[in-house]
């Protein structure tokens, strides 16, 4: 690769760039091994996904924690090429205080806005990792050819589409003799993992608009998960019970929706939740302060990290509910195969009066951070906008017309 330096320099300190420098640590798991050289870069990609995923299998809870082990393939039976691309065995603290632990699985696919992105994208990695490749590319050109800017309306919505479509097209495969059927008898439902490298969406900048709100990226993946959550994500036979779109924006990207976006509602505190009580608007403005400091400092640039799910079960909690059920339907799978190694471990034996006093502890320092950012005059905001009808009622009132303009497009769309 020409100036590999320089090459190196480039891909490193651009916050979206992450995934066309996969090395390292991916080298290192326990599957690297079995790796066929042909291959190295697909397995490169997908273990990058994987590590941005972050073992969150299910949404976190109030109180959770969690870690896991990765395990080799060949030590399981399977070959690398069967489904399902890595597994874990996971460890997660419940709502409930309990550690429960079980083995689960992943797959990841990617999405690119043309086969010609993707062609690139590989043999870049390729050829960054010193891999040999039957084609060639030359790395600067192809750097300074990439809009770090934010993607426009068209782009957007051809995007959002196309990872809906990627999503469908995986599920099929968990059908009756399907290529995950067995997969799925034996370790119960996994999570898709969904990556769009080099992709620059942030947020929607006025999320009070219809018109432009079904053009954005985030909200028309929101739609589409709605739209094909009975006929496909909730069906019996999906293999998925999570399917997590993971993106990474750029400072450039980010610094294009602020000028853009509705400063007013963003940094509202009535739009901000408890869990996540940094306004959004503060976003670019943050990851420019942390991206310089670490670069005065000589410390890898950590990137900005967007992602939209979409999951069967609210937390592992109900996944145990669910599976522990003892009347269901004959056609309802249970979420665990009897290779899943399912074990439920009470912690400490708590009581309930002990567990109400943990989460009510976990509340209070909710509060008392929302009000160091927020004042006492922006929680009041908060509680009269949580309990609102007129607000509860426009909230409606717009998902109900976004629906309702999005299954007319998909309409007008299978109709031509």
Known sequence: MSNTKDINEIVKQELGFGILGVDGDSK??????????????????????????????????????????????????????????????????????????????????????????AKKVNLFIREYNELRSKGKIDARDFLQSLDLGLPDDQLQRVMADQVIDAVKKKAE??????????????YGRGALIVGVPL????????????????????????????????????ANWCPFDSVVVLWKPTLESADSWAKRADNGFYSDPANVTWQKPISASKMPALARIVY????????????????????????????????????????????????????VTPLGGRTI?????????????QAWLFIRLHGWKGLRRWISAKFSPSRIYDHWRIRNQLRKLYAQEAEDANSE
């Open 28 to 117: 290192n798991g326990p599957n690297w091994q079995d790796v066929p050289d042909h291959n190295k870069s697909n397995f490169l990609r997908e273990r990058y996904w994987i590590d941005q995923w972050s073992m969150e299998r299910w949404p976190p809870g109030i109180v959770g924690a969690k870690w896991g082990t990765e395990l080799r393939h060949a030590d399981l039976g399977r070959r690398l090429d069967d489904p399902g691309d890595a597994f874990f065995d996971l460890f997660i603290s419940s709502n409930l205080h309990s550690l429960v632990q079980v083995r689960t699985w992943v797959e990841v696919t990617e999405a690119f806005l043309s086969q010609d992105q």
């Open 173 to 186: 495969k968990g059908r009756e003799n399907g290529s995950y059927s067995d997969l799925v008898h034996d």
């Open 199 to 234: 992709w620059f969406s942030v947020l929607p900048p006025t999320p009070t608009d219809p018109s432009a709100i079904l053009n954005d990226f985030v909200c028309r993946l929101t739609l589409g998960f709605e739209a094909i959550q009975r006929s496909v994500l909730r």
């Open 353 to 365: 009066r002990q567990k109400l006093l943990c989460r009510t502890i976990v509340r209070l320092f």
């Open 292 to 343: 310089e400091g670490a670069k005065e400092d000589e410390l890898p640039v950590s990137s900005m990290k967007f992602y939209a799910r979409w999951d069967r079960y609210a937390s592992i909690d109900a996944v145990l509910a669910d599976h522990h059920r003892r009347f269901r339907l004959r056609n309802r799978t249970r979420p665990f195969g009897p290779k899943s190694r399912l074990k």
